[in-house]
């Protein structure tokens, strides 16, 4: 069975990768919206790591509702919630049996609660798996330990393919660097260099 996985080049999907590997086709899909380049980091990984990979453009209006949602709020969670939920929903009307994504048990953001995941299955006919549902940070965090080989940094010196670049460069290109400082609060975000 094909299974699409949004993916970022983090630990976190990653991970999820490798967990579905076993009972899947699994293609890597990582969400843009063409305002940079950052994607590419999560093709490097995917190749690294020998999985399939493919990049999902999303309308930049969705980057530019989750601009204004962040903007308002003076954080980023529910800016990247709502990109979340709508990746979701385009991966899910691509030729996959399942779609997944790497959240863990304790994310705040992104989330899917089990209404939307229900709504998402019965709208599409798809299976959505959060396979590290079930997974604490501890947990994941001892597994990436023994499989995965990790670059960790602050979020605006990593390398990665996850919604907030993208969100950032538009911030900074509207706002000047001193409003993304602003609205992310420092938090640090990985990049897998390879698989063991």
């Known amino acids: 069975m094909e299974l699409g996985l ?16 076993e009972f899947y086709d ?19 990984t995917a190749e690294t790591a020998g999985f399939e990979f493919e990049s999902l453009e999303l309308d930049r209006d969705v980057a530019r509702e989750a601009v204004e949602i962040i903007r308002t709020d003076g954080f980023p ?14 991966l899910a009307e691509k030729e996959f049996d399942a779609i997944a994504d790497g959240t863990r048990r304790d994310d705040r953001v992104p989330t899917v609660s089990r209404a939307q995941a229900q709504s998402l299955e019965d709208r599409h006919g798809v299976d959505y798996i959060a396979p590290l549902s079930g997974f ?17 940094g602050p979020s605006e010196a990593i390398d990665r393919a996850d919604y907030e670049a993208e969100l950032r460069t538009l911030i900074a290109e509207e706002d000047g660097p001193e409003a993304v400082e602003g609205l992310f609060p420092d938090h640090e975000q990985t990049y897998v260099t390879d698989v063991r």
């Open 6 to 21: 949004l993916y970022s080049g983090g630990k976190d999907s990653t991970l999820a990768a490798l967990l579905l590997e």
């Open 136 to 152: 604490g940070r501890t947990a994941v965090d001892r597994l990436v330990e023994s499989h995965l080989e990790v670059t960790v």
């Open 26 to 44: 699994v293609t890597l899909v990582t969400v843009r919206f063409g305002v940079s380049d950052d994607w590419k980091h999560a093709r490097e």
């Open 77 to 90: 969670r529910n800016g990247i919630q709502h990109v979340h939920v709508q990746a979701l929903e385009e």
